[in-house]
């Protein structure tokens, strides 16, 4: 059974980095057979996909248009996790963060394990 | 990229089915989706990847009572004699080879 146990703060001051980790049992950051995800949740927009970091031979990463000047996923083999950094942020990025596992081989697949969630606020 | 759309409520009584439905947009009939439930308060969880046939494959756990089919641009949601921890919102989602979407999400009250 794969577990994905997320931890960062829960408070971000705007124009600063927001940063999450996303630890994952059951599975390997390095899998063929998986992505890993970072996925946010706000009134206002609803579930928006932020972007992805997976391993098939060499890693990879995908972001969302929305934020691509802003945002880095990296994988950590050594801790077996994953993470996010998101930067200059503005109360616009006030949500719920989850990390999620993505299934399959194929170029892209559904999203079958997610995180705990974190409510990230942005705020002086 | 492709654009799910979803009814924003749905009711139905205890024991009872009801079908939630979310529609892909033009030239995207094709799809493959999935759909999950997220309880008050918790995270998202997996239901389903839902082909455009009508096959479909639920994650672990997920109980008979769900169900999933396809018609043309059209993926369903079908849960049969409703229980009260079915109370939720509920959302599909489908994926590109770089871009992923989800639908606004149906919220479902059991009476």
């Known amino acids: 059974q794969v577990q994905l146990q997320q931890s960062g703060p829960g408070l971000v001051k705007p124009s600063q980095t927001l940063s999450l980790t996303c630890a994952i049992s059951?599975?390997?950051?390095?899998?063929?057979?998986?992505?890993w995800n970072w996925i946010r949740q706000s009134p206002s927009r609803g579930l928006e996909w932020l972007g992805r970091?997976?391993?098939?031979?060499?890693?990879?990463?995908d972001y969302a248009v929305s934020v691509k000047s802003r945002i880095t996923i990296n994988p950590d083999t050594s801790k077996n996790q994953f993470s996010l950094q998101l930067n200059s942020v503005t109360p616009e990025d006030t949500a719920v963060y989850y990390c999620?596992?993505?299934?399959?081989?194929?170029?892209?697949?559904?999203?079958?394990?997610w995180g705990q969630g974190t409510l990230v606020t942005v705020s002086s | 990229q492709p654009v799910l759309t979803q009814s924003s409520s749905a009711s139905a009584s205890l024991g009872s089915s009801v079908k939630l439905t979310c529609t892909l947009s033009?030239?995207?009939?094709?799809?493959?989706i999935a759909w999950h439930q997220q309880q008050p308060g918790k995270a998202p969880r997996y239901l389903m990847k839902?082909?455009?046939?009508?096959?479909?494959n639920k994650g672990s756990g997920v109980p008979d009572r769900f169900s999933g089919s396809s018609s043309g641009a059209d993926r369903y949601l079908t849960i049969s004699n409703l229980q009260s921890e079915d109370e939720a919102d509920y959302y599909c989602?489908?994926?590109?080879?770089?871009?992923?979407?989800f639908g606004g999400g149906t919220k479902l009250t059991v009476l």
């Open positions: 999620a596992r993505e299934e399959g081989i194929a170029a892209a697949g559904a999203i079958d394990y």
């Open positions: 059951g599975d390997s950051v390095s899998s063929n057979s998986a992505a």
């Open positions: 970091t997976y391993y098939r031979s060499k890693w990879y990463n």
């Open positions: 033009s030239g995207h009939s094709s799809y493959i």
């Open positions: 839902l082909e455009g046939s009508g096959s479909y």
């Open positions: 989602e489908t994926w590109d080879s770089n871009t992923r979407v």
